[in-house]
């Protein structure tokens, strides 16, 4: 079952790719924030439309998630601008593996220090040295 996860992340992760070398474009046609806005748009009607025929949580109990926990739409909007405008400026590579460099680095501290309720795991001399390989490929690509 972990396969399949693994599998999955790397579609993710190429479809995060192929998202913002296609929404560099959109941004040059129609505009940064307005590429940005039009991603959330058709999304969030995507997503409404998955949510009325298969979803089964209670959205009503947003009130009571943690304050913190709603900060996700926010961090989703500057993840997404920031592509659209880094894109075209370096290049779906370089914008990538700064990507994943920044992702790695925080998702370590994270676990290090087990913020938001995720399991602790240490940091440890691979995991350093992981970073330590995308910055030198993050140099080299540069």
Known sequence: MRYIAYIFALIAGAALSLEGAIYAELGN????????????????????????????????????????????????????????????????????????????????????FGWFGISRMRMNKEKILSVVCMIIALILVF
Request: proline share 2%; net charge positive; aromatic share 12%.
């Open 29 to 112: 046609t129609i505009g940064k924030l307005e590429t940005s806005f039009y991603n959330f748009l058709f999304g969030s009607i995507i997503v409404g439309l998955l949510w009325l025929f298969f979803g089964k949580g209670k959205i009503s109990y947003v009130t009571e998630a943690p304050k913190w926990s709603l900060l996700g739409g926010l961090l989703g909007v500057v993840y997404l601008t920031v592509i659209v405008i880094s894109v075209p400026l370096v290049g779906v590579g370089i914008t990538m593996v700064s990507v994943i460099l920044g992702q790695l680095i925080t998702s370590m501290v994270i676990e290090h």
